[in-house]
C-alpha cells in the first residue's frame, strides 16, 4: 500500500518568515502534485513535477521533486498571510488517470 | 469555461438512509473522479468514471457506487448510510491525454450523519 507523509502537520509562522514542506514515500511516483485547499473549498492545482531532480518556481513558491522520484518539497518564500491554507501532495503510482494518494496535508496560518 | 460545480453543497442524513451527490464536470473533460475527506485527513480515492464506465476504484464497499453520464457529469450514491461517512465529498475532472494525474476539483458536498 502506498503511502504519502507529510510534515510539519501544522505550521504557524509569522508574515515575511520562509518556510519548507515535505512529502515523502517508500514508492516511486510516476508524477506528483501540490494543491492548495481553503476551507469550504475544494483543492486547487498548484504544480504537477514528473521528471527526477526538477524544480519549478511559482511567484513566491518553490518545488522540488526528488532524483529518486519519492520524495518532494514546497518551499515558501517571505510568506504572507493569503498563502494561509491546507497544502495537499498527491501522487499518481501509474494507476488510472484520476486516482492519486493524497498525503494528510500541512495546515499553513501566517499569521500578519 | 466551466468549472467542477457540484451539488448539494451541504446535507444532513441519518444512519440507514440513502444519499445521491451530483457532479458536473469541466467542459471538455471526460473523466471524472470521487474522493472523500474525512475531517483532518487528505482527500481519498472512491473512483473514476470515464466514457460511463468505472475505471478504477479504491478500498470502498460496494454500497458507495457511481454513474456516469453522456454529458460526462456524475454521481455518487451511498446507501445504508454510517456514521463514519460523514465527509467532504469531491469531485474532480481531468482532460483526455493528460496522463500525469492532474485533476481540477469542486467545491465539495460536505455529508453529516446522525
Known amino acids: 500500500t502506498q503511502l504519502l507523509e507529510q510534515s510539519p502537520q501544522f505550521l504557524s509562522i509569522q508574515e515575511g518568515e520562509n518556510l519548507t514542506v515535505y512529502c515523502n514515500s517508500s514508492?516511486?511516483?510516476?508524477?506528483l502534485q501540490w494543491y492548495r485547499q481553503e476551507p469550504g473549498e475544494g483543492p486547487v492545482l498548484l504544480v504537477t513535477?514528473?521528471?527526477?531532480?526538477e524544480v519549478k518556481k511559482l511567484k513566491r513558491l518553490t518545488f522540488q521533486f526528488g532524483d529518486a522520484r519519492k520524495d518532494s518539497s514546497l518551499h515558501i518564500t517571505a510568506a504572507q498571510p493569503g498563502d494561509t491554507g491546507l497544502y495537499l501532495c498527491?501522487?499518481?503510482?501509474?494507476?488510472?488517470?484520476?486516482?492519486?494518494?493524497f498525503g494528510k496535508g500541512t495546515k499553513l496560518s501566517v499569521k500578519p | 469555461e466551466t468549472g467542477v460545480t457540484q451539488s448539494p453543497t451541504h446535507l444532513i442524513k441519518t444512519r440507514g438512509q440513502q444519499v445521491t451527490l451530483r457532479c458536473s464536470s469541466q467542459?471538455?473533460?471526460?473523466?471524472v473522479s470521487w474522493y472523500q475527506q474525512a475531517l483532518g485527513q487528505g482527500p481519498q480515492f472512491i473512483f473514476q468514471?470515464?466514457?460511463?464506465?468505472?475505471?478504477g476504484r479504491g478500498n470502498f464497499p460496494p454500497r458507495f457506487s457511481g454513474l456516469q453520464f453522456p454529458n460526462y457529469s456524475s454521481e455518487l450514491n451511498v446507501n445504508a448510510l454510517e456514521l463514519d461517512d460523514s465527509a467532504l465529498y469531491l469531485c474532480?475532472?481531468?482532460?483526455?491525454?493528460?496522463?500525469?494525474?492532474?485533476?481540477?476539483f469542486g467545491e465539495g458536498s460536505r455529508l453529516t450523519v446522525l
Open positions: 474532480a475532472s481531468s482532460s483526455p491525454g493528460r496522463h500525469t494525474g492532474e485533476l481540477f
Open positions: 514508492s516511486v511516483f510516476s508524477s
Open positions: 513535477v514528473v521528471t527526477g531532480g
Open positions: 498527491a501522487g499518481n503510482y501509474g494507476g488510472s488517470q484520476g486516482n492519486l494518494i
Open positions: 467542459s471538455g473533460h471526460n473523466t
Open positions: 468514471y470515464y466514457r460511463e464506465e468505472e475505471n
